[in-house]
């Protein structure tokens, strides 16, 4: 079964800092990776996604996430941290049952100090 | 402005009580699905709707029934909520293939007394 591990449960890091957010998966074929953000009281929005080709990603907000097959891993990072970046992260791989069904991993809270 | 709309934002509830969480999309998306969230554990998927009349059990179906009459609306039925029900619940829907990003609904918060 398809799984997703974000071995970092919390993360602070000071404003202006560099940010990199782990993610593992563990998939058969060659998956689709997502990473989403969730604002306090809010839904999550997409921040970037993945399917094939360049493996460097760039997405909303200044994130980017690089796709390494050989440590089945999709990490997200960000050059220089804004307060507002304060959310909890998720990665996530579509599932091969269940038509689009998106497999979480348990999410990484982010702080950030000014 | 496309979204999808949850109904209500707070719920608090006893057990036994029927309840229903609405869910609503205004995107035509085919694909709908339930999903809540607890402490430690991530999202986990409920049931899922591949389209009108369609739906099928995900991961933690226990407890929850769904119904997909039209294509915008999937409400949520708790027919008789219990404790270990209260939870962050997530409505989310996209056009259904693999690589269409789930859009999510702003979340229901469930407490069952």
């Known amino acids: 079964a398809q799984s997703v591990t974000q071995p970092d449960i919390h993360i602070t890091v000071s404003e202006g800092a560099s940010l990199e957010l782990r993610c593992n998966y563990s998939?058969?074929?060659?998956?689709?990776l997502f990473w989403y953000v969730q604002s306090p009281g809010q839904g999550l929005q997409l921040l970037l996604k993945y399917f094939s080709g360049d493996t460097l990603v760039q997405g909303i907000k200044g994130f980017e996430a690089e796709f390494k097959r050989s440590q089945s891993s999709f990490n997200l990072r960000k050059p220089s941290v804004h307060w507002s970046d304060a959310a909890e992260y998720f990665c996530a791989v579509v599932s091969t049952g269940g038509g689009n069904k998106l497999t979480f991993g348990t999410g990484t809270q982010l702080k950030v100090e000014l | 402005e496309a979204q999808v709309t949850q109904n209500p934002r707070y719920l608090i509830t006893v057990t036994g009580k029927k309840l229903t969480v609405t869910c609503s999309q205004n995107m035509n998306h085919e694909y709908m699905s339930w999903y809540r969230q607890d402490p430690g554990l991530g999202l986990r998927q409920i049931y899922y709707s591949m389209n009108v009349e369609v739906t099928d059990k995900g991961d933690v179906p226990e407890g929850y029934k769904v119904s997909r009459k039209e294509k915008r609306n999937f409400p949520l039925i708790l027919e008789s909520p219990s404790p270990n029900q209260t939870s962050l619940y997530f409505c989310a829907s996209s056009h259904g293939q693999g690589e269409s990003p789930l859009h999510f609904g702003n979340g229901t918060r469930l407490t069952v007394t």
């Open positions: 998939y058969g074929a060659t998956p689709y």
